[in-house]
């Protein structure tokens, strides 16, 4: 069974940093590009980056590009979201996904996300 | 970047109707699109891939159409439990990903 497990979340001031982790198990991780997904309060879907399974290739959307390092530990099934320079509008669950059990079928697993909060 | 857009952003209907939410991408994305069901305080599931492709496990009353710019998600007869908010995804290649702003379907 694929398991995704997400921590790292709390609450931390404006401009400071956190850093998320996701646990992976239940599929070949080294195989497979992974996701960091978002979604504030109320609000929509937002994807926020990706990695090669390698870790060779990094994206992310504009609006953190500078600020969020997505990173990954194949050896311990792992990736990670070093996040810097916090904002008020980063506040969101932060969730993992994985394109698992291939890459044509978009992201069919998710954990149960970790809640990031930027406030004073 | 590739902009995707739904539509209606809210749709109220009832049990038993047949509903139709369309997604459209700012440039042709093939079929590389998929539709997520969320419910509040849980993670999105997935529902379509490829544009059309039934996931495992999710009943055949959804259906998923379209390739290139424009896209429907389709539910044939409307169940209690279909009440939520739906999502597209656009994964044209895994590199830069985007989501639709949603479609959330509520009781009429």
């Known amino acids: 069974e694929v398991q995704l497990v997400e921590s790292g979340g709390g609450l931390v001031q404006p401009g400071g940093s956190l850093r998320l982790s996701c646990a992976a198990s239940?599929?070949?991780?080294?195989?497979?590009?992974m996701s960091w997904v978002r979604q504030a309060p109320g609000k929509g879907l937002e994807w926020v980056a990706n990695?090669?399974?390698?870790?060779?290739?990094?994206y992310y959307v504009d609006s953190v590009k500078g600020r969020f390092t997505i990173s990954r530990d194949n050896a311990k099934n792992s990736v990670h979201l070093q996040m810097n320079s916090l904002r008020a509008e980063d506040t969101a669950i932060y969730y993992c996904?994985?394109?698992?059990?291939?890459?044509?079928?978009?992201?069919?697993?998710w954990g149960q996300g970790t809640l990031v909060t930027v406030s004073t | 970047d590739i902009q995707m857009t739904q539509s209606p952003s809210t749709l109220s209907a009832s049990v038993g109707d047949r509903v139709t939410i369309t997604c459209r991408a700012s440039?042709?994305?093939?079929?590389?699109l998929a539709w997520y069901q969320q419910k509040p305080g849980k993670a999105p599931n997935l529902l379509i891939y490829?544009?059309?492709y039934l996931e495992s496990g999710v009943p055949s009353r959804f259906s998923g159409s379209g390739s290139g710019t424009e896209f429907t998600l389709t539910i044939s007869s409307l169940q209690p439990d279909d009440f939520a908010t739906y999502y597209c995804?656009?994964?044209?290649?895994?590199?830069?990903?985007?989501f639709g702003p949603g479609t959330k379907v509520d009781v009429k």
């Open positions: 996904a994985s394109p698992y059990p291939s890459g044509n079928n978009g992201l069919p697993a």
């Open positions: 239940g599929f070949p991780f080294s195989k497979f590009w």
């Open positions: 990695i090669k399974p390698d870790g060779s290739e990094k």
């Open positions: 440039q042709s994305i093939s079929s590389w």
């Open positions: 490829m544009a059309s």
């Open positions: 995804l656009q994964y044209n290649s895994f590199r830069i990903f985007t």
